[in-house]
T-cell receptor
């Protein structure tokens, strides 16, 4: 069983929609939670970074971590075609050494 | 500010050959990580340098893989001899040595696509 399971997608939404991306994890020792965005033929780019439980908002993006249910989410409001990419959730016990989900490919149609 | 640079961007080699991948981290970043994504699988941790020292190499698949970080600057990852299952995308990432772990954020390079035929 994988330590981090990510909703596989792919996901296709119209421009302006609210997008919800989700992951679950099994190791209760994880305490750092990240969301990365990856464009084709590029490396992952850190989007959101959370330490422990709670919500974090940055512009149109909101990350939620619920350690009691081992569930992490990323919400994108007013989605744009430029948000089309693969989104990766990641967790870690020690900052830097991360365990990744498989990724969810999102397409936002104009 | 230049980002993390990796080269080559693509490498195609035959089984049994040797390949060396290079990573130049962001200047001043003490932490350097190698990750790998093989086809159909998730990105997986390989190893972690702090300056020139290997901090954690628990993710290295076997002794055909050798990583070095000369003088705490750039790093190389050598695969010798390469096998078919080594094909994938090899990512390098770097981060500053932050005051606390909660501030450590990874910056990834674009990766090297390795194809072993």
């Amino acid at each position: 069983q994988k330590e981090v399971e990510q909703d596989p997608g792919p996901l296709s939404v119209p421009e302006g929609a609210i997008v919800s991306l989700n992951c679950t994890y099994s190791n209760s020792a994880f305490q750092y939670f990240m969301w990365y965005r990856q464009y084709s033929r590029k490396g992952p780019e850190l989007l959101m970074y959370t330490y422990s439980s709670g919500n974090k908002e940055d512009g149109r993006f909101t990350a939620q971590v619920d350690k009691s249910s081992k569930y992490i989410s990323l919400f994108i409001r007013d989605s744009q075609p430029s948000d089309s990419a693969t989104y990766l959730c990641a967790t870690s016990i020690l900052a830097g050494k991360s365990t990744f989900g498989d990724g969810t490919t999102l397409t936002v149609k104009p | 500010e230049a980002g993390v640079t990796q080269f080559p961007s693509h490498s195609v080699i035959e089984k049994g050959q040797t390949v060396t991948l290079r990573c130049d981290p962001i200047s001043g970043h003490d932490n350097l990580y190698w990750y790998r994504r093989v086809m159909g699988k998730e990105i997986k941790f390989l190893l972690h340098f702090v300056k020139e020292s290997k901090q954690d190499e628990s993710g290295m698949p076997n002794n055909r893989f050798l990583a070095e970080r000369t003088g705490g600057t750039y790093s190389t990852l050598k695969v010798q001899p390469a096998e078919l299952e080594d094909s994938g995308v090899y990512f390098c990432a770097s981060s500053q040595r932050a005051g606390t772990p909660t501030n450590e954020k990874l910056f990834f390079g674009s990766g090297t696509q390795l194809s072993v035929l």
